[in-house]
């Protein structure tokens, strides 16, 4: 007998057994629920040739409120003949392709239930041959849950859905074809625009035709097209030659055309290391298998089991680190530098990059020191700017002023606002009138006190909470006479007006305020009824009780405005007794409304009533928890009444209020938020303070800026300790704000470790 017989014997006989398997695999799928791999236009494929399949996953039936008993995890595809992947064993998924997939199940392009999915994104690159391919996926089954947190585990023994077969031939691609296909694909991604889902999907599948070409000219073609599809083009890199693409994307890092972002910087770190570092050592020991863990967990979790470091594997990543950090300093310093060549849209990505390298090094732990290049970042970002992209500004300036919070940026902040002329876009200018109060808050508040007096401004009326009324100066003529202007037919946000008059206006004011007030068209002025609250509380609660507070009939127009806009610029204990009369309406949005606010602008006293309307909850709903959490509406107000006490800015919630609150918990939404703010009260309790604008956290109150903090720091019992952590650049300052404020108020924050 031949050797080629033999070999070929060989090969039916494995294809023999290997559709036994198969057969007997799906003898066992579950019945009634569809699992389907379709080709769409099935031919003989060209090596590197785009394989599109539709396939239908399985899909588990779960009753609304109900958790799945068990699920289908997709695994992969069996491949017939096997390649280095495909048997049930090891079968095709991304980490067959390449060893840095993106993350997420099949998935694929489509719009229904049937995903377009491309083979070739599971498979290594096909030989010429006959291949028979099927998908599969195991069997999860439902092993523990609690409030917020589920487990699931394969069963044993494990279980298989196994969808049916599709079969087709690879053959030899040509140089003239691979040349064509290369270029066509660079055409669609160049030249479709997206308008349409059906043009995103269109430059998708070019992308990943490109994708999948081990050829230099593919690998140049990328780079070029990039920030094109560049989660598929730069994925698909790593799947090749590491060095040479290596080489490649360090040499292209200056050139003025080429798009350098934070994630080609790390795929050119994962390619460099695949090609120019050892494979990391062999774990020793076993690890645990059969048990996924769920999102989001309600309770702690028991204390994970310390396995010893092995002393190999700890040089491995010592000197993986610092090959990446060696690496990384080279890639940003040529990038910098080559900041002032680079074309407008390049330049743009590689300003965001290096930002977002700076931020990193700074939280780091320990933070590392500012590059060298840093000043050459800072002034090619301010000359820069105002050629940018508008709709790419906001973001910028935010990301680039809280990365460098100090004066030297005010001349660019100042500039942005003085630029700004009726008709531009609001969103930048906002937030360069917030990033300068960050920097310079007298600054910002004349800028405000300048607006006011303008009849066409940018200002909204949430930027008013940056200039407190004792920086304001007397101005009821002024505002009034602007509110005249903005009333009249083609004025300007009378609203802005009335709020300015609702934090600035003086008591001299009332006369006309009250006249101003009987004046409107609009039954509903909640802007004007905050200055009464704050300046005649007596009159602002007449103004309340003339409408009848019956609890069973829809409230007036009014009520809701009134609970949403007032409470920012005033509360006073008449309005905080209005809302909380409300608590009991039968109206469910009103009484979430109120809730909300209560907790967040209420004084001390108004924990009582919402104390109170959480026991009638818990009473209402004792022993119906089941037909409860069918009530997305109920179970939200139980929530926003339980974070109003749970969270409430203006008193102190302790762990035996927590208690309280999780023994009268109704829901297991509302048990879950329970247990978090639990978590936060271990000891030692701990402050956060982050460089976002509203980024601090102290126990279970987050969301703060620093102001805040230390209104809820002043609220803890003289004598608390705490651990403070500071991340990013400008939290620094504002930790050693902190720190001497606790001291003033007799808590203690431990030192900061050396």
């Given amino acids: 007998m031949s050797l080629f017989r033999f070999s070929l014997l060989v090969c039916l006989a494995a294809g023999t057994e290997l559709s036994a398997q198969w057969d007997s695999l799906r003898s066992k799928n ?68 390449t060893p840095f997939p993106q993350m997420g199940g099949i998935g694929g392009r489509g719009r229904q239930a049937a995903a377009v999915i491309a083979l070739n994104m599971f498979l290594p ?108 083009l730069l994925a698909a890199l790593m799947a090749y030659d590491g060095s040479r693409i290596c080489e490649l994307m360090q040499s292209r890092i200056p050139a003025p055309e080429q798009s350098v972002s934070s994630y080609y910087l790390a795929s050119m770190t994962q390619i460099c290391e695949r090609a120019n570092l050892p494979a ?103 000359q820069s700017f105002s050629t940018t992209e508008i709709a790419r500004q906001q973001n910028l300036l935010n990301m680039f002023a809280t990365t460098f919070r100090s004066p030297e940026i005010v001349p660019l902040l100042e500039s942005i606002l003085d630029r700004w002329k009726a008709g ?37 009326t949430p930027l008013l909470e940056l200039l407190p009324a004792s920086s304001a100066p007397a101005m009821d003529d002024a505002l009034i006479a602007s509110l005249g202007l903005a009333q009249k037919p083609g004025g300007w946000n009378p609203n802005l007006i009335m709020a300015a008059l609702a934090k600035y206006g003086t008591p001299k004011a009332l006369p006309r305020m009250k006249a ?56 006073h204990p008449v309005l905080e007794h209005y809302m909380a009369a409300y608590l009991m309406h ?42 409860l959490a069918s009530n997305g509406e109920g179970v939200m107000l139980e929530v926003e009444i339980r974070n ?14 927590l208690h309280t609150l999780e023994s009268l918990c109704t829901s297991e939404r509302c048990r879950a938020d329970v247990a978090n703010d639990l978590r936060a009260w271990q000891q030692p309790l701990r402050i956060e303070i982050t460089d976002q604008p509203d980024g601090a956290t102290v126990a279970q109150y987050y969301g703060l800026n620093i102001a805040a903090l230390e209104v809820k720091l002043r609220q803890f019992p003289r004598g608390t ?17 902190v720190r001497a404020f606790a001291a003033s108020q007799g808590l203690f924050i431990a030192p900061e470790k050396q």
């Fill in 586 to 627: 039968s109206d469910v949005f009103l009484k979430t409304t109120a809730a909300r606010m209560l907790g967040r602008y209420g004084g001390p006293t108004a924990q009582s009533p919402l104390w109170d309307a959480f026991r009638y909850f818990h009473n209402f709903w004792k022993g119906k928890g089941t037909e």
């Fill in 280 to 382: 990391a050592p062999p774990v020793s020991g076993q690890i645990a298998k059969g048990v996924i863990g769920a999102v989001i967990s309600a309770a702690p979790l028991p204390p994970a089991r310390v396995v010893p470091q092995d002393p190999k594997l700890t040089e491995y990543f010592q000197k993986q680190l610092a090959y990446r950090k060696v690496l990384m300093n080279r890639a940003t310093a040529m990038l910098a530098q080559s900041l002032p060549g680079k074309q407008k849209e390049p330049k743009t990505g590689a300003l965001v990059a290096l930002i977002q390298h700076v931020h990193q090094l700074r939280n780091n732990q320990p933070p590392e020191p500012e590059p060298a290049w840093v000043p050459i970042l800072k002034r090619e970002f301010i």
């Fill in 424 to 460: 531009d876009y609001y969103e930048t200018v906002q937030s360069s009138l917030r990033s300068l109060n960050a920097i310079d808050p007298k600054r910002a508040q004349a800028r405000i006190i300048a607006e006011l007096a303008k009849d066409r401004t940018w200002l909204n």
């Fill in 30 to 97: 579950p019945v009634g629920i569809r699992y389907e791999l379709k080709l769409l236009q099935p031919h003989n494929y060209r090596q590197a040739e785009i394989i599109e399949a539709e396939l239908n996953e399985p899909r588990t039936l779960v009753t609304a409120g109900q958790q799945a008993m068990e699920q289908w995890q997709a695994a992969g595809f069996l491949v017939d003949p096997p390649l280095t992947c495909g048997s049930l064993q090891n079968p095709c998924s991304t980490y067959n392709r």
């Fill in 721 to 737: 300790g705490f651990l403070l952590n500071a991340r990013g650049g400008s939290a620094s300052a504002d930790s050693a704000r």
């Fill in 644 to 657: 109003a006490i749970a969270r409430g800015r203006n008193w102190l919630t302790t762990e035996n209020d």
């Fill in 516 to 571: 101003i007030l009987e004046a409107q068209q609009q039954a509903c002025q909640p802007e004007l009824m905050a200055y009464f609250v704050r300046v005649d509380p007596a009159y602002a609660g007449k103004v309340f009780r003339s409408t009848l507070w019956d609890m069973q009939k829809p409230p007036s127009s009014c009520t809701v405005q009134y609970f949403q806009r007032i409470p920012p610029l005033a509360m």
């Fill in 125 to 232: 690159a096909l030989p010429p041959g006959h291949y028979r391919i099927a998908a599969i996926s195991r069997k999860l089954v439902l092993t523990g849950s609690r409030p917020g947190s589920s487990t699931y585990g394969y069963p044993t023994p494990q279980q298989y859905f196994v969808s049916n077969t599709v079969e087709f031939d690879v053959v030899v691609a040509s140089a003239a074809w691979t040349s064509q296909t290369i270029a066509a694909s660079i055409a669609t991604l160049k030249g479709v625009p997206l308008n349409t889902q059906d043009d995103n999907e269109k430059r998708h599948r070019a992308a990943q035709q490109l994708s999948f070409f081990n050829d230099p000219a593919a690998w140049r073609a990328s780079l070029d097209l990039l920030p094109l599809e560049e989660n598929v």
